[in-house]
């Protein structure tokens, strides 16, 4: 099963910075997924990140509030900009074995905006 | 559009008995459900996965099954165990092939 870390593991900023959210996997993945789950809620899928193409954003998420990158088959990163304190959340990437029948995640990064 | 309802209220067990969660899903039958653990302050962590022609699945003390009939899985912990406190999370994919979450439950193994 694949590896994921994120950076950071928690983070504390001022409304209407942005804040840069990194996702690296140990084995080379196709799909990667960015999700926010906001305390005892579900988790909710924000876009999905291909390598080589711009990132397919849910119903709800824009490129502009959630730019996403995806240089390699390793790596991707989500940019949560000009926060405001309803961006607090957990920030999760995760990648599926090809089928999307499993999903393995991250850490998550825990956000507060003040 | 696809919902998925997972009882919000903890569920407080005696270490030994068996812990039943439930998983009620709306609309769309889909291929296959999915459970997860997730552990405070981590990310959810799979756990088994049953697809629509199986009734039920085993895995060590998890046993996960299937009611398509009545839109409906159940996930039993057998023999629990503090340490199987946390919370627990299914999912399924919906007509889009996207999966999509429950908010989870969470269990409290009491010992």
């Known amino acids: 099963s694949a590896v994921i870390s994120q950076k950071p593991s928690r983070d504390i900023c001022q409304r209407g910075t942005s804040l840069t959210i990194q996702c690296q996997v140990d084995?080379?993945?196709?799909?990667m997924f960015w999700y926010r789950q906001q305390p005892g809620q579900s988790l909710t899928l924000i876009a999905t990140a291909n390598q080589g193409s711009e990132a397919t954003y849910e119903s709800g998420f824009v490129i502009d509030k959630f730019p996403i990158s995806r240089p390699n088959l390793t790596f991707s990163t989500l940019t949560v900009s000009n926060m405001s304190p309803e961006d607090s959340s957990i920030y999760l990437c995760?990648?599926?074995?090809?089928?999307?029948?499993?999903?393995?995640f991250g850490p998550g990064t825990r956000l507060l905006v003040l | 559009s696809q919902k998925i309802e997972q009882n919000s209220e903890a569920l407080n067990i005696q270490e030994g008995k068996t812990a039943t969660l439930t998983c009620n899903y709306t609309n769309y039958s889909p291929a296959y459900l999915q459970w997860y653990r997730q552990d405070p302050g981590r990310g959810p962590v799979f756990l088994l996965l049953i697809r629509e022609n199986e009734k039920e699945k085993r895995k060590e003390r998890l046993k996960v099954t299937f009611d398509t009939t009545l839109k409906q899985s159940l996930f039993h912990i057998t023999a629990s165990q503090p340490a199987d406190s946390a919370t627990y999370l299914c999912?399924?994919?919906?007509?889009?092939?996207?999966?999509?979450w429950g908010a989870g439950t969470k269990l409290i193994i009491k010992p």
């Open positions: 995760s990648v599926d074995e090809g089928q999307l029948e499993t999903q393995y």
């Open positions: 084995s080379q993945v196709t799909m």
């Open positions: 999912a399924l994919e919906n007509s889009n092939y996207q999966l999509i």
